[in-house]
């Protein structure tokens, strides 16, 4: 559930930028141009953080442990690897 209300509030903070942005620089020469640098900077940055937020929920390489090394880790969490 949190991972929703974390990319619904990045995608709200991110649309409020392109929205309300431009109108931080309002009654400028280039209105059309300032509206365009911040909706495709909102874009850009949001399609970023949702690539690296996704891509840390599953990872598609884990850590490599030798067989000794897991027996210990599962050892000490209590919970030890039969041999066999």
């Known amino acids: 559930m949190e991972v929703f209300l ?8 991110w649309a409020a930028v392109a929205k309300y942005g431009p109108i931080l620089f309002t009654k400028q020469p280039h209105d059309d141009l300032v509206r365009c640098i911040f909706l495709l900077t909102a874009v850009v940055c949001w399609l970023f953080w949702l690539c690296c937020y996704l891509a840390q929920l599953n990872p598609l390489l884990g850590p490599k442990l030798n067989g000794n090394t897991i027996r210990i880790i599962a050892s000490s969490w209590g919970n030890p690897i039969k041999e066999g």
Do not use: E
């Open 6 to 13: 974390t990319i619904i509030f990045f995608t709200i903070f």
